[in-house]
């Protein structure tokens, strides 16, 4: 009896000590990796099947230290997808992640007035795909059709916010994310649906023209005054985009591209251009939607660098106001 119990009492000593060897390996950090390891489980993948994963890639030193995590937390469940391994971890905190459904993910930052060659660059520097295929998903308006059945492309409708992109993400797929969003922006202006094409490429027009937010409101009044009185809006960033469109921008406005017969080109053409010139964020629709009340027809950049405008009801002032920003600025 006293053998058995000696047993027993040994027994006890040694489940006791594999099993702190055990929770110190598990709580172990260790990196068997140099660069930062991408693995992704696909759904279905079982929790040996992660472990096996996990070492060959170096994130854990073996399969079993895993198995061992999961048997402290039995009831989780690990949820499939890409995670980013980049620094040091114990196999616990591992499997914490994958519980936690971390997934590796890149922020795609659209700014207020990216027009959508823009938002394809921006895009592009994530390295899941060339600008083109970006663009590409962009020219076609399908998304947005129901919404704006004259839209010609997704321009002005690729709402300017912050995204959730992941390395598989497609083109498609961040268009829809960015319409979705505009939809639902475009719902808190309580606008009639009939009015979101010209009042997006107004407001687009405002967007890349009034760098001050409370400017944009007067920048609007300006352009439906001109709109009222059948005056051409003259907005140098529709030039810019017919010659974008065209592709012969230079980085500068030249005299040919005033001359363009581009339908995007207001200074050739009366009224609003055929569509969005950028996709414009919530003040600005707001300014498009409920303008400034005033009787000012110009506008011209301050030169003290706040960018700001001196607004103008004649051409007579304007001129001088013109004169005023040369003189001050050297130009």
């Not at 995670?83 to 700014?111: C, H, N, Q, T, W």
């Amino acid at each position: 009896m006293k053998k058995i119990l000696t047993f027993l009492v040994l027994l006890v000593v040694a489940v006791a000590g594999t099993a702190a060897w055990a929770l110190h390996e598990v709580t172990q950090p260790y990196k068997g990796f140099a660069d930062p390891v991408l693995i992704e489980f696909p759904r279905g993948t079982s929790t040996g099947q992660m472990a096996a994963m996990l070492s060959e890639h170096g994130v854990i030193e073996k399969p079993w230290v895993f198995l061992a995590a999961r048997v402290l937390r039995r009831g989780a469940r690990l949820q499939a997808g890409e995670y980013k391994f980049d620094k040091a971890a114990s196999p616990l905190d591992v499997f914490g992640r994958i519980v936690r459904g971390d997934i590796y993910y890149m922020e795609l930052l659209v700014p207020e007035g990216f027009n959508m060659f823009e938002v394809a660059d921006a895009v592009a520097k994530l390295g899941t795909m060339p600008a083109e295929k970006f663009l590409e998903a962009a020219r076609d308006p399908a998304l947005i059709q129901d919404l704006d059945p004259k839209a010609e492309s997704l321009e002005g409708y690729l709402f300017p916010s912050k995204y959730r992109v992941y390395r598989k993400t497609t083109a498609r797929e961040i268009c829809r994310m960015m319409t979705n969003e505009f939809r639902a922006q475009w719902q808190t202006l309580g606008a009639p649906a009939k009015a979101v094409h010209d009042a997006v490429t107004l407001a687009s027009l405002v967007e890349r023209e009034a760098r001050l937010p409370e400017e944009r409101p007067r920048v609007a009044s300006v352009f439906h005054n001109r709109l009222r009185i059948g005056m051409r809006l003259q907005c140098d960033p529709t030039t810019v985009y017919a010659a974008l469109l065209d592709g012969r921008y230079r980085g500068v406005i030249h005299q040919s591209d005033l001359d363009s017969t581009n339908p995007y080109n207001t200074y050739q053409h009366a009224g609003l251009p055929p569509g969005p010139i950028a996709n414009p964020g919530l003040s600005s629709m707001k300014a498009a939607l409920e303008p400034e009340s005033s009787e000012y027809l110009f506008f011209v950049a301050k030169a003290d660098g706040s960018g700001g405008h001196n607004f103008s009801e004649s051409l007579q002032k304007h001129v001088a106001a013109v004169a005023a920003y040369h003189r001050a600025s050297g130009h």
